[in-house]
């Protein structure tokens, strides 16, 4: 039986995340955009923080308008 995976609400999630921990993980300086090309080869890193820091940013695009 598989084992359900409570999913959090964004703002308590964006509660715990650094801002400009992608830009520190990838080595890219804090005024520069990451593409979206860079944060995909960012969300199969070997790096768990820098995995979770990919995906919310993924998420986060989807809100913008």
Partial sequence: MRQRIKKR???????HTEEGGLHRSLGIPQGQKIGAARIEEATHS?????RREANLAKTYAKYRP
């Fill in 46 to 50: 070997k790096n768990a923080k820098t």
């Fill in 9 to 15: 609400p964004l703002t308590e999630v964006s509660e």
